[in-house]
């Protein structure tokens, strides 16, 4: 480090042994070795509404590793979720928690 500058490093927390929550929105996934490499290493996965939908097409469309595919918690109100990938989640042991608010978006919705 230079005299007076920092360096930023926004991800160095992903090299300590501290762990993190992922949550998944219903967003484009650019690089799958990324997401599939994060998703591997939290501690605690999550997917909102539609981002349910992104990971059950990507654990179907990778030839990425992915130690555990089944999100640890659904949310959102499920507008733009396909429900047969919620169900088939929930079936293998993820918990389903649905939000009534159509006020704010899927992030920002509180239970």
Known sequence: M???LRLWRPF???E???GYILVLLNQP???QQLLVGLWNKAVY???VDGGTSVWHKIINNTHHNIKHE???LIT???DSANMDN???FKSQGSQVIGTLDQDRTDFTKKK
Do not use: A, E, K
Request: proline share 4%.
């Open 2 to 4: 230079m005299s007076g």
């Open 12 to 14: 160095s927390f992903l």
């Open 70 to 72: 089944i999100p640890d």
């Open 76 to 78: 959102g109100d499920f």
């Open 86 to 88: 919620v169900q088939y």
């Open 29 to 31: 996934v650019t690089d």
């Open 45 to 47: 996965r999550v997917t």
């Open 16 to 18: 300590t042994n501290l």
